[in-house]
């Protein structure tokens, strides 16, 4: 929370301060709109502070991610985000600038959502046993936005790279291809989150591209993705899966069922390539396990819950 409140402007950093200390550990987002009530949301609940945000608060938050040099982000204005130290994510809205067709830029910024990144270290502990036999099994965490798959398929990655502390397994070689710079977190390359010693990311690549490069550069033994859900995505996963690499990934969706229907899985269902899914929900909380799955879709184990 630290390095969130140092560049958020002392009029908006206030008001949060001023929270109990139960809203401020489960705080998910901090939204800032112009001439809008300062909103944040915690557990998945919304609570408008009462706090209007003005334009100079907004010129205030720019200025402070991007270092007073808003034209070096050229990058991360054309994605909508940008990623700050901590790998937390800032998601912007405004006037968006075309060309040729295409987005070039988000200009006159007036919407800022501050996505909170946190670790939880530990959570996929309890899920090895399934993840693992002789080796990793391929692996797809299905759930809605905001269920936790990407802090569960971080916490993986960071236990596949290190090893087990009792010698029970070794370490991998393991690559992450980090489009949106959610699951390490990156800043100037570097990962912000915690890993072990044999991990490589390649941040802000587009997933389908960065997969192939990944496997011709680094050589990992598994290859970590989020968001699956093009058919660009689909030919990749093919690709690395025929190469021999281990796949752990996450994709949207509600159930395993849910994904069944979508058309553009249908060639990974069918080629049984994924040998474990695990279903997430937020009844509880994020990172709550209503079910894992083997490679027929047979539910294994049921309401797990992971901290």
Not at 143 to 151: D, H, L, N, S, Y
Request: charged content about 30%; some cysteine.
């Amino acid at each position: 929370m630290e390095s969130i409140l140092a560049f958020l402007p002392k009029t908006i950093s206030e008001q949060i301060m001023q929270l109990p200390s139960r809203q401020l550990s489960g705080m998910e987002e901090i939204r800032v709109r112009i001439n809008k009530p300062l909103e944040i949301a915690e557990k998945g609940k919304y609570h408008l502070l009462p706090y209007k945000v003005e334009a100079n608060d907004a010129i205030h938050l720019l200025n402070k991610i991007s270092h007073f040099s808003i034209y070096t982000l050229e990058e991360e204005l054309r994605r909508g985000y940008i990623t700050i130290e901590g790998g937390h994510r800032v998601g912007l809205a405004g006037k968006v600038i075309l060309e040729e067709g295409k987005v070039k830029a988000i200009r006159d910024v007036s919407s800022f959502n501050i996505r909170i990144a946190k670790e939880k270290i530990g959570s996929a502990e309890k899920l090895v046993s399934y993840l693992k036999k002789d080796d990793w099994l391929h692996t797809m965490i299905i759930g809605a936005p905001q269920t936790g798959k990407t802090t569960l398929l971080r916490d993986i990655a960071r236990i596949a790279s290190t090893g087990d502390k009792n010698g029970l397994f070794t370490a991998k070689k393991v690559g992450i291809v980090d489009e949106r710079s959610e699951i390490a977190g990156s800043v100037g390359g570097i990962p912000q989150m915690t890993f072990g010693a044999r991990l490589d990311v390649l941040d802000s690549c587009p997933k389908a591209e960065g997969m192939m490069m990944m496997i011709r550069s680094m050589s990992p033994e598994i290859l970590i993705v989020d968001e699956l859900g093009s058919k660009e995505d689909v030919e990749a996963v093919m690709e690395a899966v025929n190469a021999g690499i281990k796949l752990i990934t996450t994709t949207h969706g509600y159930s395993f069922e849910d994904i069944k229907r979508r058309p553009i899985m249908a060639p990974l269902l069918n080629l049984d390539i994924f040998e474990r899914f695990i279903e997430l929900d937020r009844r509880v909380g994020p990172g709550n396990i209503k079910g894992i799955r083997d490679a027929d879709g047979k539910e294994i184990r049921h309401k797990m819950w992971v901290n």
